[in-house]
């Protein structure tokens, strides 16, 4: 039986309608970008993305259509993301899915954003359970246990800023235009550990995260070194920066393999497109006796798409989950 999916994503600043069949094939993802329109302001503003994704979605729906050669008789099911997120954006995606579903008399799926970034790494390899996911983003940095599909379990986060927020905010100083995670990352690969940032709980048995105190840190030397006239070295900083983060978010996710043995580990969100962190984790479970087998979703399903909402979206169904028109925008949804 051949299930298609029709998927949207709105959550921030990428508009995003795919079509997915089976949870395991895309015939298409089309991605509309405002990252060109939010630039300028340093950062996602809320009304401009609402109105982005106005403009776009139904453009972006024909396409994802159109590219995967398939009629709205043809499908199976409606998916969206409706939380977390803007909730005006997320407003777009969740009503467009709602009005499709209705018109078309289909099953209306409601996505968890983050299952999404999860299940984008089912496209490298299927799951095998227990599986440990690493979920970082400009929004989240989580480590999430699954003891089986579609169960979600928190066992650490951040208590401050995301990471990809951090990135983005020390991007800020250097000059970086938003989004700054890839320059950061491109800039540290040129560079050496010469500032030793803190690396905030550390030394805590826990398994949550801290940036703040890393950001300020970062923030308080570059500003510290304008008020003398010192010139610091941008490769530098950013090395230094990234070596702090690293070590935080690979330190914590082997101790977590410690005390939650699991079959797979899944990095996934924004950050996992950090070439840094692929790098240090696959040489970190090279040193382990026994390694859980790593998944990093391709590049192109890192950041925010629709794709990864089918795929969530294909075991969601299957699990029974089910919207109705009543779905609204939950702009602080949470596992
Ligand atoms: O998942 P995502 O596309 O959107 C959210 O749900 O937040 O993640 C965007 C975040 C941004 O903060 C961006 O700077 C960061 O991911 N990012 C990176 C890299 N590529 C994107 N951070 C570090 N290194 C990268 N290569
Ligand atoms: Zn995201």
Redesign the pocket.
Known sequence: MRELILAFES??DETSVAVVENGTKILSNIIATQINSHKRFGGVVPEVASRHHVQQITRCTEEAMTEAGVTYADLTAVAVTYGPGLVGALLIGVTAAKTIAFAHHLPLIPVN?MAG?TYAASYVAPFHFPLLALLV???HTELVYMASAYDFQIIGDTRDDAV??A??KIGRVLGIPY????P??ELAHQGQDTFHFPRAMMEEHNLDFSFSGLKSAFINTVHHAEQVGETLNKADLATSFQDAVLDILVGKTLRALQTHPVHQLVIA???A???GLRTRMQAELAKLADPPQLLIPPLRLC??NAAMIGAAAHVAYAQGIRGDLTLNADPSLSF
């Not at 989004?179 to 890839?182: N, S």
């Open positions: 959550s921030c954003h970034h983003s400009g929004g990809g927020e990135y983005d989004p700054a995670g890839k950061v990352d969100g924004g950050v497109a950090n070439q950041g925010d």
